[in-house]
């Protein structure tokens, strides 16, 4: 008996929706931009992020961070899983050359990753296209707000 083996057509149906799904996932990651753009320079960091300070408002930003939960993370308790918002503009213009404390937040913000202050693990998403530019400019109006106590 000469028989061959076919593929149901709903197992081919899935098979073909699986693949097509996968493409998609492959092209929007291919594509996706990175939240920063990676050619800006300290330089470049330091004026965006001290034209969003002077637009930002220090009070929407204190009630930002709680709503978009980086307070979660962000405390001043042992064990916390990022650095505390507190004193963070006195020591933050001193942890990259070239860097003002602007700046540092700003590529913190954007692209966590490429510094990790005090050994703090890279868990923060990139926040880019997250946050509309009013938003961000509140954020880290805020954030510059917070010295040591």
Do not use: W
């Not at 034209?51 to 980086?70: D, F, H, P, R």
């Not at 899983?81 to 860097?99: K, Q």
């Amino acid at each position: 008996m000469n028989r061959k083996t076919l593929i149901s057509p709903p197992v081919l149906l899935v098979l073909v929706m699986l693949a097509a799904i996968t493409v998609v996932f492959v092209i929007v990651l291919l594509t996706s931009s990175n939240e920063t753009d990676p050619g800006m320079t300290p330089d470049d960091y330091n004026a965006r992020g001290a034209e969003l300070v002077a637009m930002g408002n220090s009070e929407n930003g204190a009630q930002l961070i709680v709503s978009k939960t980086c307070t979660a993370c962000h405390r001043d308790e042992a064990g916390s899983v990022g650095p505390s918002f507190t004193g963070i503009v006195d020591y933050a213009g001193t942890l990259r050359p070239g860097f003002t404390a602007e700046g540092y937040l700003l590529e913190s913000i954007l692209d966590p990753g490429v510094y990790l202050y005090n050994n703090y693990s890279n868990s923060m998403p990139a926040l880019g296209t997250q946050l509309s530019d009013q938003e961000l400019a509140d954020i880290m109006a805020y954030l510059m707000t917070q010295h040591a106590q």
